[in-house]
């Protein structure tokens, strides 16, 4: 586990140099309208990450001094005509105050300007705009009453605190000279980057993360500097950042990984139940004993419940049990050469031992494989593994009359394209879930506005001729297998059978910072009726739920009680 050496220090708190100036906070929160909605065409042509180098550098020297004119300062100097000031000067906002042919930068969800070659992220907006571009072209301007920014006069007022506030120009302007230079001589840049980390994923998750957080946006920033401001790793750093966004989408790919192609992970699967952490699956090509059902103890001579603790704090999940399923694979992730040396209690509890296993980026059949060779299925009754079946195969299946009964495997990704799916189990249209990406034209998230397809499919010629059909589900289905079950739920087109999905579906966007590749959900997802998906799922129509017995005799609990109950006859 590539955090045991972190000291106990970690789980209790984590260490802090000294107190954040309100200027670095003002900057942050300034930061984001002026990065994307300054009316100039040389926004692209800013040395965006010098200007940050140089103004944490600035902002920290100065400490508590001049804080609203150091922070008005430190933008003019690059050529951004903007003020910070302590009253607000729009008495009232109208929409007569902005011009008729007004244009302004209009975002549909947030793009990269490039994207590495052999990354394993890739942008996913392919819908929704190039690739080469933060926004579309520009458009005329919307006025709303319900946004939180003022429109004055050929400027927005927007404010930044409950004493500041900032003007941004609205008409098209140029930015001064200054803008591609930036000074050279900053002292200790890898001290300032975790705090450029914070500024820019804040401000991109401030606009263009579909959904609320738990906590208030000024309480995240306020965790993000006091990270920052930590003696750990940037990657640390990074990773505990980001656990404050419940989003099951959220990766963190480092420049190793990237180069690597791959993460890499012991070749063992575990499940943490009733406070004990039992292993569920091995790759039985580089585990000599059948590991099934025993309990881990230590792992890398560190208490299983330490372990589990350090990884919780940089994870992160739509639902807490997709969090912890977020654990137990961070638990499992090393480097390339490395091994994890684990110590597990056999079943009965008898007999003690060691394992050491080495880190690989080789795949193997997840849980289930092992449990399910235990179970014999009725003829009547045929299982569909969708998170490995082709869609050749898929029809194929369909098509035998010998199954009475079908139960889907959806504990998982799908393999297929389950729009033709969705078809055969369907005899009259069915509604699909809603998306809609965040499409912003001020700079403040209140004055956005989310676009949702409205979507049916056709039942096909031939639906499927089977009496019953069940889904296994669990916190692992996420993104487009919770699409597949939304609209099986919804539509009531079979049983579904297990435990709460992760929560998290819509497409996924991909930022870039200097070394890592971070993506987070950008797309809003929405049941059909229109109540709120993310961080609720789908939840089954029977829940069922492994226990610890259950996991210690290697048994697929949630399978059995399917096959038993397709198996009853109808109304039973």
């Known amino acids: 586990m590539r955090y045991f050496l972190l000291s106990l220090l ?5 260490t802090s140099k000294g107190s954040i100036p309100e200027s670095l906070s003002l900057f942050a929160k300034a930061y984001g309208p002026v990065r994307y909605f300054y009316p100039s065409p040389d926004l692209q042509k800013v040395d965006w990450d010098k200007f940050l180098l140089e103004s944490v550098d600035t902002l920290q020297k100065l400490g508590y001094q001049g804080q609203t004119s150091a922070v008005e300062k430190q933008f003019r100097n690059w050529g951004f005509n903007i003020h910070i000031y302590d009253s607000p000067t729009v008495a009232t906002s109208s929409k007569a105050n ?19 070659k052999g990354g394993i992220m890739v942008m996913l907006y392919r819908k929704f705009g190039p690739y080469g571009t933060h926004y579309l072209k520009p458009k005329k301007l919307e006025y709303s009453d319900t946004c939180d920014v003022a429109f004055g006069e050929r400027f927005w007022e927007v404010q930044l605190s409950d004493t500041v506030w900032m003007s941004i120009p609205y008409q098209p302007k140029k930015i001064g000279k200054r803008f591609h230079k930036g000074k050279t001589a900053i002292t200790s840049p890898d001290e300032k980057r975790s705090y450029i980390d914070v500024i820019e994923l804040w401000n991109i998750f401030h606009f263009f993360y579909p959904y609320q957080l738990p906590i208030t946006w000024d309480e995240m920033l306020a965790k993000g500097f006091a990270i920052a401001d930590g ?6 750093k990074i990773r505990h950042f980001l656990s404050y966004l419940p989003d099951g989408h959220c990766r963190v790919y480092s420049e190793a990984v990237i180069a690597n192609g791959a993460v890499y992970r012991a070749p063992i ?15 039985t090509s580089l585990v000599e004993v059948n590991c099934i059902g025993m309990k881990v103890i230590e792992i890398d001579n560190y208490l299983t419940e330490y372990q589990y603790q350090l990884a919780d704090k940089i994870v992160t999940g739509s639902t807490p049990a997709y969090r912890k399923r977020e654990v137990l694979n961070e638990l499992r992730v090393g480097n390339p050469g490395d091994s994890i040396k684990l110590k597990m209690v056999s079943p009965n509890g008898q007999t003690t031992f060691t394992l050491t296993l080495p880190y690989t980026a080789k795949a193997f059949e997840g849980f289930g494989v092992l449990q399910r060779s235990k179970i014999s299925l009725p003829d009547s009754i045929c299982y569909i593994d969708l998170t490995r079946i082709t869609n050749k195969e898929l029809e194929e299946r369909l098509k035998d009359t010998t199954c009475r009964s079908v139960i889907f495997e959806m504990r998982g990704y799908p393999k297929i394209g389950f729009r033709g799916l969705i078809s055969w189990l369907a005899k009259s249209p069915v509604k699909y879930p809603l998306f809609g990406v965040r499409h912003l034209n001020t700079p403040s998230r209140d004055c956005s506005k989310i676009f949702s397809d409205n979507v049916s499919i056709n039942p096909a010629e031939h639906p499927i001729k089977s009496k019953r059909v069940v889904f296994l589900i669990n916190e692992i289905a ?5 699409t597949l079950l939304m609209t099986v739920k919804y539509n009531k087109l079979a049983t579904i059978i297990g435990s709460q999905t992760a929560g998290s579906n819509g497409n996924m ?11 987070f959900t950008g797309m809003e997802t929405l049941n059909q009726d229109g109540s709120q998906f993310h961080g609720k799922g ?6 069922v739920k492994p226990n610890l017995q259950g996991l210690k005799d290697g048994r697929d609990e949630v399978l059995e009680y399917a096959i038993s109950y ?7």
């Open 269 to 283: 699967q575990w499940d943490f139940v009733g406070g004990e952490l039992i292993v569920t699956n091995f790759d």
């Open 509 to 519: 966007i991909s930022v870039l910072l200097p070394g890592y590749n971070i993506s």
């Open 10 to 14: 970690l789980i209790l708190s984590f």
């Open 231 to 236: 003696t750990e790793t940037r990657d640390y």
């Open 538 to 543: 789908v939840m089954p129509d029977i829940e």
């Open 478 to 482: 996420i993104s487009a297998a919770e």
């Open 566 to 572: 397709i198996s009853k006859p109808i109304g039973e």
């Open 98 to 116: 902005l011009p008729k042919n007004n244009k302004f930068w209009y975002y549909r969800g947030y793009g990269q300007e490039y994207i590495p």
